[in-house]
């Protein structure tokens, strides 16, 4: 399993994390579940910059099947073999209904201004670059540690709110020390 908070204190997730689409194995960063629609040897790019009191995450993505819509987002956990395992998105104001297993589908909370959307139509060539701008950052107590890609374009109803099927791949957010981040130090 990758680097979590709880298995390495003194970590949190760098400004810059990337990776090429493989099959899990121990370790791996960038883990793909179904190779039809994201392709072994796929890459992606996931940049955070937190300012103040703002967050802008970036992600740039090739290799894809060309012309396909995905849902993507940050999840609160890193990847492992199972696409589950990287627990629900990261919600800014967390759904105090959502739970282990219960997802957030709540438009209340699951919602593009209190997730981190990147949802994106991949061109001709299966490249394609999203961009989420928030008006608050993340808790350090709790930073999301994956980018993961969905099926679908993500859901905004009521009940199915901030849902985009099946876990299609997972990348892992690069762990560095959580000083590096900080004003005037590493």
Not at 118 to 141: E, I, M, N, P
Request: proline share 10%; hydrophobic share 40%; charged share 15%.
């Amino acid at each position: 399993m990758s680097a979590v908070p709880d298995a390495a204190p003194g970590l949190e997730p760098g400004p810059v994390s990337s990776g090429t689409f493989r099959a899990w194995r121990e370790g791996a960063t960038a883990v793909t579940y179904d190779a039809a629609a994201v392709p072994v040897g796929a890459t992606a790019e996931v940049s955070v910059n937190e300012a103040a009191g703002s967050v802008t995450v970036k992600a740039e993505l090739a290799g894809l099947v060309p012309g396909r819509k995905y849902g993507a987002h940050l999840h609160n956990n890193p990847c492992t073999a199972d696409p589950a395992e990287a627990g629900p998105h990261y919600q800014h104001r967390v759904d105090p209904a959502a739970g282990p297993g219960k997802p957030s589908v709540d438009p209340v909370y699951a919602n593009p201004a209190n997730e981190i959307w990147l949802d994106f139509t991949t061109d001709a060539a299966g490249t394609a670059k999203a961009t989420s701008v928030q008006q608050w950052r993340f808790d350090a107590a709790r930073p999301p540690w994956s980018f993961v890609l969905h099926a679908e374009g993500t859901h905004t109803a009521h009940g199915e709110a901030g849902t985009a099927g099946a876990r299609l791949a997972c990348l892992t957010r690069d762990p560095v020390p959580a000083y590096v981040n900080q004003p005037g130090r590493g």
